[in-house]
């Protein structure tokens, strides 16, 4: 059992960063993949970075296509936390920001239901 808690979101204007953060309870942090969605009111939960499990350069990454070139992914095992950086946040960034982790030994998953455990998530919004 992981159990994670997010932080970091907040309100912030269009252009903006924030970092959001991600702490899991336990020993096993890095055995798991991590991955970080959002879900927008009345929107389905979509699928926004993922990490594999070291992390680090010897890791791996992958974005959303809405998101790349301005979001980041990053862990520190040691800490048991996932970080997202948020950069260049647009209006349509807000929604409520959540971490997922996925003990699965595939590739990195966009799919939110291959996560085996979920943060209560972080609100971010973005105003204009």
């Known amino acids: 059992q992981v159990q994670m808690v997010e932080s970091g979101g907040g309100l912030v204007q269009a252009g903006g960063s924030l970092r959001l953060s991600c702490t899991a309870s336990g020993r096993t942090f890095s055995s798991y993949k991590m991955g970080w969605f959002r879900q927008a009111p009345g929107k389905e939960r979509e699928f926004v970075a993922a990490?594999?499990?070291?992390?680090?350069?010897?890791?791996?990454?992958y974005y959303a296509e809405s998101v790349k070139g301005r979001f980041t992914i990053s862990r520190d095992n040691a800490k048991n936390t996932v970080y997202l950086q948020l950069n260049s946040l647009k209006p349509e960034d807000t929604a409520v920001y959540y971490c997922?982790?996925?003990?699965?030994?595939?590739?990195?998953?966009?799919?939110?239901?291959?996560?085996?455990?979920w943060g209560q998530g972080t609100q971010v919004t973005v105003s204009s």
């Open positions: 990490i594999s499990r070291s992390g680090g350069s010897g890791g791996s990454t």
């Open positions: 997922g982790a996925d003990n699965d030994v595939g590739p990195l998953s966009v799919v939110a239901g291959r996560y085996n455990y």
